[in-house]
């Protein structure tokens, strides 16, 4: 994944999403005017987020319009003669969730309140191959005194969900910021610590959130360091120190993704780089153009999005909100969205 390596976890972990299962792939080519709101939108603001990263993206059609756009005075123009909508479906309904980049307090040495370390990953660590869990991790202190720490937060809590978003923002005593991103993982998969409540039988699906779990761990402090080991995975973490603290953290991407503007979703379906209208309902509906510049493990099906809402608390208490019905459309360079068609009449 991107940086925030379970698109946005709180958010979409805690949202307990089982993998989407196979079904029949089906392509709808839409018109603008079927798409609703798509008038009232900031097509600029848009077009300016597709130029992050549209340049990176491989293939030669895509990058063909990528040069275009650079050029363009306006940008809904610019969207509707180069692109037809797409409405991708697998048969599974539409749920939009949100994620965030965390903002932490922490120090560069343990010192005070600042006990709880951030620890880069181990040389011992391979990607794809399991290793101790987080149970055996902090409970055996087998990263203490090795040199691997970037630095020591104040709250575990935080640190357990920085590990689930997979990037964030340490604010140092000196007013300055460190961020980090996701540097590798144990090799254990991913378990909600919030199905886990559910299953004892402490709260309904509806009612967990991220501010729920935190509340009820500080409340049990030893029943919760047991619970959020019930998540055998864990993060590591390296310093992103070439992203400035006012840009938004790295996607899968590798550039700074944009609150508001940038989506995690499933690269099986919708591809990287790609514009893509979302229909979000819920009690904040929201109607407007993003570029999907992110990816997460907890995003599965061609009709699954996680919003990026920022950094923060404020973005942190929106995203955890955010469990809403919906529709997204992906918008394809008109070459591709026909062959999309005669792909699946074939």
């Known amino acids: 994944m991107k940086a925030l390596v379970l698109a946005g976890a709180v958010l979409s972990g805690l949202a307990f999403m089982n993998a989407t299962p196979v079904n029949a792939v089906s392509h709808e080519v839409l018109e ?47 969207f509707e003669l180069f692109f037809k909508p797409v409405l991708i479906t697998d048969g599974e309904p539409m749920l939009f969730t949100g994620y965030f980049e965390p903002e932490l307090d922490g120090s560069r040495s343990r010192s005070g309140p600042y006990r709880y370390p951030l620890y880069k990953k181990p040389p011992e660590v391979q990607n794809g191959s399991q290793w101790l869990s987080r149970a055996e991790i902090e409970n055996s202190g087998a990263l203490s005194g090795r040199g691997l720490e970037i630095a020591w937060i104040d709250d575990p809590v935080d640190v357990f969900f920085l590990q689930i978003q997979g990037s964030g923002r340490v604010k140092l005593p000196n007013g300055e910021y460190l961020r980090v991103g996701y540097g590798g993982k144990n090799g254990h998969n991913y378990k909600s610590v919030g199905q886990e409540l559910v299953r004892r039988g402490l709260y309904q699906p509806h009612q967990v959130s991220a501010q729920v779990i935190r509340s009820w761990v500080k409340r049990n402090p030893t029943e919760g360091r047991a619970l959020l080991q019930h998540n055998p995975s864990y993060v590591f973490f390296r310093e992103v120190s070439r992203v400035p603290a006012d840009k938004g953290p790295l996607g899968a991407m590798n550039r700074s993704i944009t609150e508001m503007r940038s989506i995690a979703v499933d690269p099986k379906y919708t591809p990287l780089g790609a514009p893509v209208w979302i229909e979000k309902g819920g009690e904040t509906p929201m109607r407007r153009l993003m570029i999907a510049q992110d990816t997460g493990s907890a995003i599965k099906g061609a009709q699954r999005a996680d919003i990026f809402y920022g950094t923060g608390d404020y973005a942190g208490r929106r995203a955890g909100e955010t469990r809403d019905p919906g529709r997204m459309v992906v918008l394809m360079p008109i070459q591709k969205a026909y062959a999309l068609l005669h792909e699946v009449e074939g």
């Open 32 to 78: 603008y005017t079927d798409l609703k709101g798509w008038k009232n939108d900031d097509h600029d603001a848009a077009l300016s987020v597709f130029l992050e990263t549209c340049r990176d993206m491989k293939d030669p059609e895509w990058r063909s319009l990528c040069k275009v756009a650079a050029d363009q005075t306006n940008a809904r123009t610019f």
